[in-house]
Structure formats: C-alpha cells, structure tokens
C-alpha cells in the first residue's frame, strides 16, 4: 500500500503555494538594489544595473510579464512561481529516482523551510538558476537521447544566472548515477558547464569583477571556512545529528545520494567561504541536498516495522519543528520595526550631522554611499591604518532581498566594533532611520 496518495499531495502543493502567497506579503516588500533593477524590465528598458548585478534570463522574464502587466505585484507573482516550481521539480526527481513517499517529505521540508520561503518572494536570481540546475537533473533521469543535450543546456542557464552553482553540476554524474556514462550525456555534460560559466555575466561578461575579486579569495577564505552561520537550520545540533542518522541508514544501500549529499554541502561551503559577500543565499543548494537526504531516510524507515518506523516519523517531525522555528524567525526579521533593531539603542551615543566626522576617522561605506566617498569594501582597506568608522543600519537586522544581514553578521564576526555615534536621515525615508556608527579593529 503506498504511504502517499493523491489527496496529500495534492494539500502539500496547495501549502506550499499559500505560503509563499501570503508569508511575505507585498506591504514590506522594496524594491531596491537588484530588483529595482529588473523592476524596469516591465516597461522595456531595464536600466539602473550593470549586468553584473543582473541576469539575461530574468530581463527576458520581466519583459515577457509587463506584456501582461507593468505592476510590482507582477513580478513578486512571477518570483513566488517560480519559487513554487523549483520545490516541484525538486520533488520530481526523487519521485523519479526513488518513489512518491521520499517526494512528499522532501517537498515538505522544503515547503516549510524559511530561506526557501523568503527567496520566492524576492526577483532575484537565487532561486531560479536552482530551478534550472535541479531540472537538468530531472532530465538527465530518462534516458531518451534528447535529454543529454536538454539537460545540458538548462545546466548551462542555471548557471549563467549564478555561477556558484557549479558544485552541483560538477557533481551530477554523481546525482545523475549510470545514466551519466555515455560518451554522448558526457560530452553534453562538459560544455554546458563551460558554457554556463563563460556566460555568466561576473565571469565572461564581466571578467573585471573576477578580476578584482581574486586577490580577496584568500583572505576571505581563510577568514570565513569554519563559519556555519549561512547554512542556516540545516548546520543547528538537531538536524546536523538527524543528518549523520540519515547517511547511517543511507549507507549500506543508497551510497551514491549519501556521497552525492555531503559532496555537494562540502563543495558549496568550500567555493562560498572564498566568496568576498558569502551569504545565505549561496548556501541554498546544501538546504535542498540535506533536504533530499533527510526525505529518502525517513521514507525508508516508514516501510520497516517497530523501532525503526518510530525513529523515522520522529526525525520528520523534528526536522519540520527545527525549520518552521527558523521559518519563523525569518517572518519576525521581514517584519521587524526600527524599535527591535540594534540602532534604536543611539541615544546613550553623540549625534553626528552630515558634515560631521568622528574625530580623525574615515567612513567605510559599502552601501549606501557616503556622499563624495568611495564605496571601498572592508576588504580592500587597513583597518590598522587609522580610524575608521562603519555604519550599522537598521537593515542589518532583518531581511531583505539585499541581503545585509549576512553582511552585518561577517562585520560582527570579523571586528571588534565599537559604537561611537548615531546618524539620522531624517529627510530621506528610502534610508534606514539611523546608523549607528561603529569604530572597528581587528579581532
């Protein structure tokens, strides 16, 4: 008797889809930085971004809704979609590797996850080039002669759109299992990753950012490998240890996905550590492995009898407690108010105008700009050599599709930093209500 049948699947895909309707609603959401950006896509013009900071795939995207509509709404319904298909496809290839139990947790997991949640509400290449990758897979498991080069081809979109998702397109002979040994899917195989890659506008359009960035790796790097802050909820002690129970079980029969999961986290992390703006976002391809992991695990142990079919149910249970707690705090972060940040706390520090500077100090300002200051990233500069000041904004600690709280917890994690003074903005409401600026040195 199947453990799933059509009506659970069915109320999962219709959760899924209301909560990425309704967890983030449209009242909160800004439109800045990247997705201002594709924002001018809908008229046809797609200004305000370098294509650096923006992917042709998306443009295309945008430009094809505002045939439909020249609203905002438009394109959070474009990214929710999106955000939706990626769990779908995700659940498809388990159901095509292993069978419809192991899909229905890993699309419950997955439903209820918070980074998962937040990024279908934001239109920003992050989920979307996970879409393609994990569709490639998807392909790759029929064995139809068209598939090899299909395949290849949504690999080579998936990552033109964000390039650090190459760990699991290295690893898909892995993922993929023997459909991978012809000579024709292998051939498919390498030059979509060549071709993904060169295409990426940070890479080939734009060698100039990889340029700059190469000399930073090190140190970023050598700075940022042993930190687990971006896994999110898959690194906290209960799912790490419902982790090492999954690959336990795994082990003796399904080797490949046990060898497959950890690859892909340990690559991830490794490529992401050397990234100079590491973030959450970049992690997400480890969340949707673990996830895989976690699901077939527990569908196996659902078909045994005593013990083992009770650790199983336990494990799902406390994985989607763990997530939804994290789900959670990323709802209370969105909707966080300048009351419960760390910057409401200025008035026991000095007031500073624009024209004031703390005595002797320069400002690091790496978004937004200082006016008549360039906007040099912490990385770039000694902070041995004198002052300097580095302002702590009220979008620090929340979240936004800017991504500054992972920006905020590298400053935290990498400095001393010592509050001096606060700065207000009144006159510009786009701004936070005030930064609170922090003398730092290193730790």
Request: proline share 5%; aromatic share 12%; charged share 15%.
């Amino acid at each position: 008797m199947s453990l799933v049948r059509e009506k659970e699947l069915l109320a999962l895909f219709v959760c899924a889809a209301f909560l990425r309707l309704f967890y983030l609603p449209d009242d909160r959401h800004r439109w800045e930085g990247h997705e201002a950006a594709y924002l001018t896509c809908l008229g046809g013009e797609c200004s305000g971004a370098d294509d650096g900071q923006n992917v042709v795939l998306m443009r295309v995207i945008a430009r094809v809704v505002g045939v439909v509509s020249q609203e905002p709404q438009a394109l959070q319904i474009a990214a929710i979609l999106i955000g939706w298909l990626c769990l779908l496809v995700v659940m498809v290839w388990v159901l095509r590797t292993v069978d419809l139990a192991a899909a229905f947790c890993v699309g419950a997991l997955v439903c209820v996850w918070g980074e998962h949640l937040a990024w279908s509400g934001a239109y920003y290449q992050v989920l979307l080039p996970h879409l393609l990758i994990w569709s490639a897979l998807t392909v790759w498991t029929y064995s139809k002669a068209w598939c090899a080069p299909l395949g290849a081809f949504l690999v080579g979109l998936g990552l033109a759109c964000r390039v650090e998702l190459i760990a699991i397109a290295i690893l898909a002979p892995i993922w993929v299992g023997k459909r991978a040994k012809t000579p024709l899917w292998i051939g498919c195989w390498i030059c979509g990753i060549l071709l993904g890659v060169w295409t990426n506008p940070a890479v080939g359009g734009q060698s100039t950012v990889v340029e700059s960035a190469l000399p930073l790796v090190w140190e970023a790097w050598f700075a940022q490998v042993l930190w687990l802050d971006f896994a999110g909820p898959w690194a906290s002690p209960p799912v790490v240890l419902l982790l090492i129970y999954g690959s336990w079980q795994l082990w003796p029969t399904r080797s490949r996905v046990v060898v497959a999961v950890w690859l892909t986290a340990l690559m991830t992390h490794i490529t992401g550590a050397a990234f100079v703006d590491w973030g959450y976002r970049h992690g997400l391809g480890v969340g949707f492995a673990f996830a895989i992991l976690l699901a077939i695990a527990v569908r196996d142990g659902l078909r045994e009898e005593g013990r083992r079919r009770g650790v199983a149910i336990l494990a799902l249970n406390l994985a989607l407690v763990v997530l939804l707690f994290d789900a959670k705090g990323i709802y209370d972060r969105y909707y966080a108010v300048d009351s419960v940040s760390v910057a409401s706390r200025g008035d026991m520090w000095p007031r500073l105008t624009d024209e004031t500077a703390f005595d002797g100090c320069r400002f690091l300002s790496e978004e937004p700009p200082v006016g008549g200051q360039p906007m040099p990233s912490h990385w770039l500069v000694d902070v041995n050599d004198g002052c300097w000041l580095w302002g702590e904004e009220f979008w620090h600690h929340i979240w936004t599709s800017r991504a500054l709280a992972a920006r905020g917890v590298r400053m935290h994690r990498l400095y001393n930093l010592e509050p001096v003074g606060v700065r207000s903005w009144p006159q510009d409401p786009g701004r936070p209500h005030r930064w609170v600026y922090r003398v730092y040195a290193q730790r």
